[in-house]
């Protein structure tokens, strides 16, 4: 009884019959998500959401009752050559208070004079004031402000005057941002392109992979949009989406466009040659997405609403990249046929698939009763085209030419598989030791941006002349009357035990009640400075221990810690508490994933320990360089002492997912060698010289893409785009290429495990049948 076909090879044969309804219908999906998402706009997160815990109820509470903290600005004004009490340093003081108030984007603005605001050797003053409107839009505010202040300063130039805070950082992270993340478009898709071409010699062939990629990004941008009504993302998503879009869409679209060229090379019509792609790389690009989507979804485990937009972002474009790859992807290709090679260079590298010559034995035809049904289109089946030269036996391997370069490479390896796994794995080992002195936390903006540029500047200056505690911490309290004498005993009691426990800093506590919220609003001092260990601990006990004992009784009420330090504490310790599960989750389902592909324990296991193997390596190299400074200043950074603290988590799921993409491929040929009857180590360097280009071209259109985003200026896209460039390139260089063939060939047939028995592979099988190995012989199936 004949198995039935794979979910590639059917919609493959599909959008082969139904060549413009696939395209137009793609076309018409782009449109339509395109337009929707337009339409209805993106729903971002507001500050309560991107936050967890305690300090997210805070925020919360406040932004329920209408009262979220207006959006702060400072201007600092000094002279090198004379003191604040100077009559002309008090004029240009002056000049400032009334310029800012005259905009009418702010509140009344105390004098630093009388608010105490002058540093301690005389020569700076600090104006700080609120900015009205909604702190969200705060850059809408920005520029009369600025304009302001740039009038004061031309009229003073003797002096400096320098602007930070809420208002102004908004505006430039904006256009900063903006300018970045345009810059990276332009620069990843000409890339992909430009490298892509090298590797087809062909116009048309190197075009149509990246046309699909950009537009699996749009209709995936466009679907986001929409879904964040439901789930709010983070703004930071879409960056992830275009980078996810490009590295996965550009190399499935690869992936199948290589073996049908490959397939045509080797004397395949094209319709044949189609049929190949779809039933081999089509099911490998289906069995990677799948698996990239899986490992995604991860994140939803983090309870974090930020990970949760990372986490959909990445699914709707992998999924959308994907379903292109395996439907519109094989329909232009049977519409184009042999103009697929249009563009090409004539050279002998590139010769066209028409003018190479077959790499199959007379008589090799497929026999009639074969793995596809009749009536499917496939060989065998009555609606097979009429016109090919004659049925082809997908069992014959394609024409595979490497250089002799890499064929001398690769022997090398293959004939002491010991000697290279043991280097190749030693020196994964060594770039991964730094990993052991991982430091986390969520980076301030002296660290976040370059420290060229204006606004760390400015607000290092401010921080040098008025050295402070770190932000001031907040206690919301939402109660039926704030004025209720159990409320105040609390407040007392609040400022008794922390202070009591070292928790307070210098300075006063502030409360603000709001009676017709039914909101009570503590602002207190933190101790330490910053966010050292200090400051964290007091947040820690303050919230913790102290907040819970001394409101806590107080019947119909509800207590929260908040502030800058706060929210950057609790999302920290989330973190923290969801590696596990993650971790957990992700290893638990590419296993299974890769257990379901390929009918082996042993092959999924290697895939596992390969896969950390690269990640740890990654991280190695993101502490060296962005912690220690190693290296830092190749791509243009300084150290932080720290990685952001969202980045090791996304960077280990995002690496889980993508590294499958050449491990399925690679594996999917080995196999296909090995179910043909070659010997393990025959199959390996087969799927090695079958894939060798592929896995170049692929690894190098991703290593550009997120090395693109390690130019950007904000350091978390830097550690990011850094991080994942190396990792990939490890992983297609190190890990591929020298350490899978190797523990491949020592494993032996012990790859093929299956349980307890081993799998029994004969000369041949089938290499893609659903549900197992199919063997084909004299007209029967078995």
């Known amino acids: 009884m004949a198995r039935e076909r794979s979910v590639a090879a059917a919609l493959g044969g599909w959008s082969a019959r139904h060549r413009k309804t696939a395209v137009f219908g793609w076309l018409l999906f782009v449109v339509l998500a395109t337009v929707v998402g337009g339409a209805v706009g993106q729903q971002g997160l507001t500050d309560a959401q991107n936050g967890v815990g305690s300090s997210a109820q805070a925020l919360q509470i406040l932004q329920n009752a209408g009262l979220s903290d207006p959006a702060s600005e400072m201007v600092l004004v000094h002279s090198a050559s004379q003191t604040a009490d100077a009559a002309s340093f008090r004029t240009a003081v002056d000049a400032v208070v009334s310029g800012v108030q005259a905009t009418g984007q702010s509140a009344p603005i105390q004098s630093p004079y009388s608010a105490g605001l002058i540093s301690k050797d005389g020569h700076s003053a600090l104006v700080m004031f609120d900015v009205v409107g909604d702190p969200d839009k705060a850059s809408d505010h920005a520029q009369p402000i600025l304009d302001a202040v740039a009038k004061v300063r031309a009229q003073h130039p003797d002096m400096k005057f320098d602007e930070f805070g809420d208002t102004s950082g908004q505006k430039w992270l904006n256009d900063s941002l903006g300018k970045d993340f345009k810059r990276a478009e332009w620069t990843a898709v000409p890339l992909a392109f430009g490298i892509l071409l ?81 039933a081999t790389s089509g099911h490998s690009v289906l069995v990677s997405g799948i698996t990239v989507m899986v490992a995604m979804a991860g994140m939803f485990l983090t309870g974090m609403h930020i990970f949760d937009g990372f986490a959909l972002a990445s699914i709707l474009v992998v999924a959308i990249a994907m379903l292109g790859s395996v439907t519109v992807l094989p329909a232009l290709l049977s519409m184009l046929g042999d103009r697929i090679d249009w563009g090409r260079r004539k050279n002998r590298r590139h010769r066209s698939a028409r003018q190479a010559g077959t790499a199959y034995p007379a008589g090799s035809a497929y026999p009639a009763s074969s793995a596809y049904p009749a009536g499917s289109g496939y060989p065998g089946g009555p609606a097979q085209p009429a016109g090919l030269a004659q049925p082809v036996s997908l069992d014959q391997p394609a024409a595979v030419k490497t250089g002799r370069l890499w064929n001398a490479t690769m022997a090398k390896v293959l004939n002491h598989p010991k000697s290279f796994a043991a280097l190749a794995a030693a020196a994964l080992v060594v770039l991964a030791i730094p990993a052991l002195g991982m430091k986390t936390q ?28 770190p932000s001031p911490g907040m206690i919301v309290v939402q109660t039926p009357d704030v004025a209720a004498p159990a409320v105040t005993q609390a407040v007392e009691a609040f400022k008794t035990q ?10 006063p506590v502030q409360v603000t009640p709001y009676p017709a919220q039914h909101v009570l609003k503590i602002l207190f001092p933190v101790a330490g400075r910053d966010a ?32 800058s330090l706060a929210l950057s504490t609790d999302f920290n310790r989330q973190l923290d508490r969801s590696l596990l599960p993650v971790f957990v989750f992700v290893v638990s389902v590419t296993f299974l994933l890769m257990l379901f592909a390929f009918r082996s324990w042993v092959i999924a296991a290697t895939a596992i320990v390969l896969n950390l193997l690269s990640t740890a390596a990654a991280y190695g190299v993101m502490v060296a360089v962005f912690q220690h400074g190693w290296g830092a200043g190749l791509v243009g950074t300084k150290p932080v002492g720290a990685l952001e603290s969202w980045i090791p988590l996304f960077v280990f799921v995002v690496l889980f997912g ?101 799998v029994t592979l004969r000369p041949g099988l089938h290499p893609e049948a659903v549900g197992g190995p199919v063997r084909i012989e004299a007209g029967r199936q078995q």
């Not at 997120?706 to 990939?728: E, S, Y």
């Open 658 to 758: 993508l590294s499958m993409d050449y491990h399925v491929f690679v594996v999917s040929r080995i196999r296909e060698a090995r179910e043909r009857g070659l010997s393990t180590k025959d199959a390996v360097a087969h799927g090695l010289r079958a894939t060798a280009g592929a896995i170049t071209s692929a690894a190098a259109i991703m290593v550009a893409v997120f090395a693109v985003f390690g130019t950007l200026d904000m350091q978390d896209f830097k550690q990011l785009g850094v991080g994942l460039a190396v990792a990939i390139l490890l992983d297609a260089t190190v890990i591929r290429v020298v350490l899978l063939p190797t523990v491949m060939i020592l494993l032996g047939e012990r790859n093929w495990r299956r349980g307890r028995r081993s």
């Open 442 to 469: 969520s980076l301030g903006v002296n660290q976040l941006l370059p420290s060229s540029s204006p606004l760390v500047q400015t607000y290092n200056e401010i921080s040098a002349e008025f050295p402070a505690s």
């Open 532 to 563: 050292d260990a200090q400051a964290v601990s007091a947040i820690r006990k303050i919230s913790d221990t102290i907040v819970p004992h001394t409101f806590g009784a107080i019947p119909h009420t509800t207590a929260a810690t908040g502030g």
């Open 198 to 278: 090298v590797a087809f010699g062909a116009l048309l062939a190197a075009v149509l992979p990246v046309l699909l990629a950009v537009t699996a990004f749009v209709a995936a941008l466009g679907l986001l949009d929409l879904v964040s009504h439901a789930i709010p993302v983070a703004s930071t998503s879409t960056s992830v989406m275009l980078l996810m879009g490009l590295a996965v869409g550009v190399d499935y679209c690869l992936f199948y466009l290589r073996r049908e060229r490959q397939e045509r090379a080797a004397g395949r019509s094209p319709q044949e040659a189609l049929r190949v792609a779809a």
């Open 498 to 507: 922390a202070a009591a426990a070292g928790a307070l800093g210098s300075g």
